[in-house]
């Protein structure tokens, strides 16, 4: 017999559980997570802007759970308030992961983590603490420790320049709660103002990756990007320094998937204004080496806002916010070369009216999908020749409510 908390329970008795549309909760294979992090009203969310400005129409963040099934299918559960506030940068990616049964999500302007416990009945929230810096905007998790960083955005008054100084933060997590370890915290001085963007960790635990978007102007024609490497000593603790720092190829840094294949560990880099995927190698060292120079993906180019990059085999798929469409490419997983798979290997305005391509995510072979907008979770099967086929519409899985969200993991029951 399976026992639950009593914050679960009390969950249960206070009408957080909704049931899935048809569905059977106790068929689920695993739950999809996602974050409405702020509302937006029609006359602040511009679609000729590159990101919805969120200004002063803010709400309290709340976390979204949808069942999932095993032919791909979901329906959704409920929803589940974070404790804190906020919509973030232009440029979030990791803003919310899975760890076993554990979800961490960042609440970007109250500059908090929360902790929650998932199962089929739904999320107890288990500890919130302070991130140690300014805009918590992505995370990343190993052996015990969870990596924050904090972008440091001029949020909500502005979410495309940056405003500060980025840094790296962490936590011991042990027994449902987050304990901060200073002696691991790494501020980032040399890149003031130029915005955090994502941190990753690499499969083998040697090396910790922080991408600087690197908005130089206000005229989008400078950028200043990168990649940082530090290096993770055997409890955790990032070096010092980075040992490399790469900008080479990086245009309005967005996100980046690490993939090692054969003993080889390859990166794919995606930028927010050119539009583009590009690849390096990283070496025993911590040095990248440059593989595969930008390759177009959208043709509107600087226009495209490539939000998201997911691997499955050897496809990567991008999400581009301005067009609303998924490009793919396909990758030489031996040597980490990409080239263009299909400019629009699926436009989201076929299914929803939704605007604003963001988070993608990859579980199996299926790709979910959710827009700035939040008005939908669409769901993909994935082809043997890496095509998609959309599982249901945007009637399919409506989320809780309307408003801004960012992040998708999942949780395996």
Known sequence: MKIFS??????LLTGSFVDGA?????????ALISMSNGYLTPDVFNPNELVPLFLENYRPNDLVMYHRF??????IQGKFPTGGDGFGPAVVTNSIISVGSNVFVCNML????????INRFGAVRLDTVTSGGSTPSSLAYRDGILYVFNAAYDVPSNAIFA???????AFEVHDGSMTPIPK???TLTDWTDEGGAEIEITPDGRFLLAGIAGIADETFETFNSALLVYRLN???RPSAEPVEVLQEGLDYFSAAVIDEYEGKTFLYAANLIGGTVSSYRL???GQIVPITPPVQGPSIGSDAAVCWVERYGNYLYTSNFSDNTITSFLIDRSTGSVTLLEEIAFDISAVSGAFGALDILIVDNYLYYVDGQATALIGFEIGDDGSLTVLTDAEGAPLVEIGATTGLAYVEF
Do not use: C, H, Q, W
């Not at 095993?70 to 329906?75: M, N, R, V």
């Open 234 to 236: 055997d409890v955790g």
């Open 6 to 11: 009593a914050p679960l329970l009390l969950s």
């Open 110 to 117: 109250s500059n908090t983590v929360t902790m929650f416990e």
């Open 184 to 186: 691991f915290t790494r």
């Open 283 to 285: 070496r025993n060292g």
């Open 163 to 169: 405003k500060g100084t980025p840094s790296i933060t």
């Open 70 to 75: 095993e032919d791909g299918t979901y329906s």
């Open 22 to 30: 048809g569905k059977n909760p106790d068929n689920a294979v695993g």
